[in-house]
C-alpha cells in the first residue's frame, strides 16, 4: 500500500513537472509568436467586418461560410486570438516564474573579496607592477573602485589588500521588465477587445448627434455629450479625386459648448475618453447645380435645377428634365444628365462644367462622343456653372479602456529594453600583493553576459589606477 502511494506522488511530481517544463520552454514561446504573427498576416489578407460583405458575391458560399465559422473576417476578436493570447500569457509567467530564484540570488549576491576563483588563469594584461608601495596602491585602488561601482568591499591580509565591488545588479531584471510590458500589451489588447466600444455616426452639415451605431451588436449607444459638424470640406485634385476632407466638429456638454475642433484623415480627436477618426464621407440627397441656357440669340438665363427636376424651356421648344447630378463623371469633374423633350423627340445629353478643359484634351470629343455635347438640342447650349455639394461626413467612434494599460506597457517595454541594451551586472576584484618585493597589482571580472565589454572595461581601469599612480609620485 504504501509502495502504491509513493509511485502515485511521484508519477503526479513527473506530471507538473512536465507541465511546467512545456510551459517555461522557449521554443513554446517561439512557436505561439509565430502562429500570432500568421493570424497577424491572415488579417491582413482578408477585408475585416463589413468589409467582408463584398467578398461574398466573389467567394463560393461555401468557403465564405467556412471562413466566416473560423472567425477568419473578425481574427483579433476570435477565440483563436485570445487562445494564443493566453497561453503566451502563461508561457512569460510560468518562465519568468522559473528563472526569477536565479535572477534573486544573483542580485542579493555579494561577492567574497578573497574569492581566489576570478584570478585563477588571470592574463598578464589585467596584472601590472606600479613603482609603489601596497598601501598607495590600495588607497588608489579604493578611491577609483568607491567612484566608480557600488557594493565595495575589502579585506586585508599581511603584505596582501584585497577590494571588490559590483555594479549593473539591476540588470538581471531587465528581461522581466519586457515579459511584464508584454503582458501588459495582452492584457490591454484583451480588455480593449472585450469592454471596448466600436461605433460609427453620419451627419450633415449642421446636424448634431448624441448616439452612435454599435459595429458588434448593430445596436445604437447614447453619449453622454453631442457632436456637431458645423462644416465639411473637401478639396479635389484637377481631375475631380479627392486631395483632402475634414470635418470641423463641436462637442457639447449638457447643451453647453466644450470644444470645437478640426478632424481630418489619421488625426483623431479624443473627448472625454472617446477617440473621433475620419472615416468616410458622401453626397447627401438634394444636390443642387447652377445651370446656363445659351440662346442662338445670345440670351442666357440661370436656373437652379435638382435631379428629377422639370421645367419647360423658355422658348416653348420643348421640356428639360435633370435625370442625374454627378459630382465626379468619368473622372472628368461635375457633370449633369439631361433630357430635352420636344415635338421631334427626346434628347438625352451630359453638360460637364469642365466641357473647355475636356475638348482641349480630346478635341474631337463632341464627334466621338455626342452625348458629351451640351449644344446637342438647338438652338440652347448648356452650360453647368456649379453643383452645391453637400455632403455628409463618416466618422468612428472608439473607446479603448485598454489603452492606457498598453501605454504603460509600452515605456516598461522601453525601460527593459535600455536596461538589456545599455547595462549589464559585473563585478570586480582587485588584489594587491607583493611579488619578489615588488607590488603586483591584478584585476579580475565576472559578467553573464558582455565579456567584450567586461574585458574592456577591466583594461580601462588598469590605465586608469596606473595612471594615478604615475600622477601620484
Not at 509513493?6 to 508519477?11: I, P
Not at 503582458?183 to 472585450?194: E, K, M, N, Q, R
Not at 475636356?358 to 453643383?387: A, W
Not at 525601460?415 to 551586472?425: E, H, Q
Amino acid at each position: 500500500m504504501a509502495y502504491t502511494s509513493f509511485s502515485g506522488e511521484n508519477l503526479l511530481t513527473k506530471k507538473k513537472s512536465a507541465i511546467w517544463s512545456f510551459f517555461s520552454s522557449v521554443w513554446l514561446a517561439i512557436a505561439l509568436l509565430l502562429l500570432i504573427a500568421l493570424i497577424a498576416m491572415i488579417g491582413t489578407l482578408f477585408p475585416h467586418r463589413e468589409a467582408a460583405a463584398e467578398l461574398a458575391v466573389r467567394m463560393p458560399q461555401g468557403l465564405f461560410s467556412f471562413l466566416q465559422k473560423m472567425q477568419v473576417f473578425d481574427l483579433y476578436h476570435s477565440v483563436w486570438f485570445f487562445v494564443l493570447m493566453g497561453l503566451l500569457a502563461c508561457n512569460l509567467v510560468i518562465c519568468s516564474l522559473d528563472r526569477l530564484p536565479t535572477a534573486l540570488r544573483r542580485f542579493r549576491a555579494k561577492p567574497d573579496p578573497r574569492d581566489p576563483v576570478p584570478f585563477k588563469n588571470l592574463p598578464e594584461e589585467n596584472i601590472f607592477y606600479p613603482e609603489s608601495d601596497v598601501k598607495k596602491a590600495a588607497e588608489a585602488a579604493i578611491h577609483l573602485l568607491k567612484k566608480k561601482y557600488h557594493s565595495f568591499q575589502q579585506a586585508d591580509e599581511p603584505g596582501s589588500v584585497h577590494l571588490c565591488a559590483q555594479k549593473g545588479r539591476f540588470a538581471h531584471f531587465g528581461v522581466y521588465m519586457v515579459h511584464l510590458s508584454v503582458l501588459g500589451f495582452i492584457c490591454g489588447a484583451v480588455i480593449g477587445s472585450v469592454l471596448g466600444i466600436e461605433g460609427a455616426v453620419k451627419m450633415l452639415e449642421g446636424e448634431m448627434v448624441s448616439s452612435i451605431d454599435l459595429r458588434n451588436s448593430g445596436g445604437t449607444m447614447p453619449l453622454h455629450f453631442s457632436v456637431r459638424c458645423d462644416k465639411f470640406t473637401i478639396k479635389r485634385y484637377e481631375n475631380g479625386a479627392p486631395k483632402i476632407f475634414q470635418s470641423d466638429l463641436t462637442f457639447f456638454i449638457n447643451g453647453r459648448e466644450v470644444r470645437s475642433t478640426k478632424l481630418f484623415v489619421n488625426h483623431p480627436v479624443e473627448f472625454e475618453g472617446f477617440s473621433f477618426y475620419q472615416a468616410s464621407y458622401g453626397p447627401a440627397p438634394g444636390k443642387k447645380a447652377t445651370l446656363a441656357l445659351l440662346r442662338a440669340d445670345g440670351r442666357r438665363d440661370i436656373v437652379n435645377v435638382l435631379a428629377g427636376y422639370t421645367f419647360k424651356l423658355p422658348g416653348k421648344e420643348g421640356t428639360f428634365q435633370v435625370l442625374r447630378v454627378e459630382d465626379n463623371m468619368m473622372q472628368m469633374g461635375p457633370a449633369i444628365k439631361v433630357a430635352v423633350r420636344s415635338e421631334k423627340g427626346t434628347v438625352t445629353f451630359w453638360v460637364f462644367r469642365e466641357i473647355d478643359r475636356i475638348r482641349k484634351m480630346i478635341p474631337d470629343v463632341f464627334e466621338q462622343v455626342p452625348v458629351f455635347n451640351p449644344g446637342l438640342f438647338r438652338p440652347y447650349t448648356f452650360s453647368l456653372l456649379g453643383i452645391e455639394e453637400k455632403y455628409y461626413t463618416g466618422l468612428l467612434v472608439n473607446r479603448d479602456p485598454g489603452a492606457p494599460v498598453v501605454a504603460l506597457s509600452a515605456v516598461f517595454l522601453i525601460c527593459g529594453l535600455m536596461i538589456i541594451l545599455f547595462s549589464y551586472a559585473r563585478q570586480i576584484w582587485i588584489r594587491i600583493d607583493q611579488v619578489n618585493g615588488r607590488v603586483r597589482i591584478g584585476i579580475a571580472g565576472r559578467s553573464i553576459r558582455n565579456q567584450v565589454g567586461l574585458k574592456r572595461e577591466m583594461r580601462h581601469l588598469l590605465a586608469q589606477l596606473e595612471n594615478n599612480l604615475e600622477n601620484s609620485k
